[in-house]
């Protein structure tokens, strides 16, 4: 989740690290989420967060439909790490705004996330 979006609910990660999640694809439908994607690797941030900070985003109404999924990543130093992500069912012919495609791209960029990327 973009930083951004957790500092306007009030949450303030103890630690974050970044961390790749192999075997998953991002798609927009039209807000991100993650598919299963063999071969494929989605990077992001892992952060730490109390079980109240954990719940919040799942405060705003465009965040609802995002559901929970424990899952393995791999972190910059290849560190094996248990986490939560949240997912959503895509939505067919619902495209992101580019303002939106932007703030994406640009946290991607500002991860150290690979170019192909």
């Known amino acids: 989740m973009d930083s951004e979006v957790l500092r306007n609910l009030g949450v303030v990660p103890k630690k974050v690290e970044t961390a790749e999640l192999k075997n998953w694809s991002i798609i927009f439908s039209p807000l991100a989420t993650l598919v299963r994607s063999e071969g494929d690797s989605v ?5 730490e967060l109390s079980q109240d ?4 985003p799942c405060t705003r109404d465009d965040l609802k439909h995002y559901n929970p999924l ?9 560190k094996r790490v248990s986490a939560q992500c949240y997912i959503s069912k895509p ?22 996330s690979p170019p192909v990327y």
């Open 70 to 78: 424990d899952i393995m990543v791999a972190t910059k130093r290849n």
């Open 43 to 47: 990077y992001g941030t892992i952060a």
């Open 53 to 56: 900070q954990v719940r919040m």
């Open 91 to 112: 939505s067919i012919g619902q495209n992101p705004s580019e303002e939106y495609l932007r703030r994406v791209i640009q946290a991607a960029e500002s991860l150290g």
